[in-house]
């Protein structure tokens, strides 16, 4: 059967149905005298609510893709709309602001201060924001609530374990009520027990929330999960089912 390199046109689909939309999108990094081209024309649609794993062999451009579609880095050329939103279109800080109030984002190793604790990590983003300490506070509570982490949230990085830490990464990305959450490999760092538990996590926020997801993983147990899963080599996208 032969493998198409591209997601069906989201003409096909209705636009209010559709959070994310990436047309031709081309990435090339240039690393001295070599040129590296992690996307070469990509095109991918997700819908509002779906979750969606990103799987491929190391190096395919999964990361990559992520980072491009979430506006963390820049495409050398094509289109990224999110929620309607060319965010090529916005400048350095009106991207920062939209992804601070659109977006989440959790991270294989968790990336906490380890300073602050568990309550003080979720509402820094929102603080840098300008947020009101107050307010991001109370969100920040909500979110670890949300996690099943609110007896926790005066206890430091070191006094949780890798699932606590990586539900405290959670309810950062939660605490804006974002409508996508980004996560690169976030059970990459867990065991088996402690990532099936995130996942479980991960797929009830989908559910009661419709919260959409895009995940990277090498695991196709956590792909399975999914609702669907874009499998990605050599800078394209080979398939999706």
Same mark, same amino acid.
């Given at each position: 059967?032969? *493998?198409?390199?591209? =997601? ?9 149905d559709v959070i994310i939309e990436a047309q031709g999108v081309v990435k090339t990094?240039?690393?001295? %005298? *070599?040129?590296?081209? #992690?996307? &070469?024309?990509?095109? @991918? /649609?997700?819908? &509002? !609510?779906?979750?969606?794993? *990103?799987?491929?062999?190391?190096? +395919?451009?999964?990361? $990559?893709?992520?980072? +491009? ?12 709309? *999110? #929620? ?14 939209? &992804? ?19 309550? %003080? ?18 969100? #920040? @509570?909500?979110?670890?609530? &949300?996690?099943g982490l609110e007896e926790r949230a005066g206890h430091r990085p070191a006094q949780?374990? !890798? !699932?606590?830490?990586?539900?405290? /990464?959670?309810?950062?990305a939660l605490a804006n009520n974002p409508a996508i959450v980004w996560a690169d490999?976030? /059970? ?5 027990? /402690? ?7 991960? =797929? $009830?926020?989908?559910? %009661? ?7 990277? $993983? ?24």
């Open positions: 059967m032969a *493998i198409a390199h591209s =997601e069906p046109a989201s003409a096909a689909l209705p636009v209010a990094y240039f690393t001295g %005298e *070599i040129d590296v081209p #992690a996307l &070469r024309g990509v095109d @991918l /649609t997700v819908r &509002r !609510g779906e979750m969606v794993a *990103i799987m491929g062999p190391s190096g +395919c451009g999964k990361t $990559t893709l992520l980072n +491009c579609l979430s506006g963390l880095d820049t495409v050398d050329s094509g289109v990224i709309r *999110i #929620a309607g939103t060319d965010i090529a279109t916005l400048s350095d800080n009106a991207k920062t602001t939209y &992804r601070a109030r659109q977006m989440g984002f959790v991270f294989q190793f968790y990336n906490l201060l380890p300073v602050l604790s568990a309550a %003080e990590n979720v509402e820094l983003p929102l603080v840098v924001s300008g947020v009101k300490a107050k307010e991001a506070r109370a969100k #920040a @509570l909500a979110a670890l609530e &949300r996690v949780l374990s !890798g !699932g606590e830490r990586q539900r405290v /990464t959670i309810a950062r490999e976030p /059970t990459g760092d867990l065991d088996s027990k /402690t990532a099936d538990e995130i996942m479980t996590l991960l =797929e $009830t926020l989908n559910r %009661e929330q419709q919260l959409t997801f895009v995940l990277v $993983t090498h695991d196709p147990g956590i792909g399975a999960r999914c609702h669907r899963i874009v499998h990605m080599r050599d800078g394209l996208i080979e398939g999706s089912g």
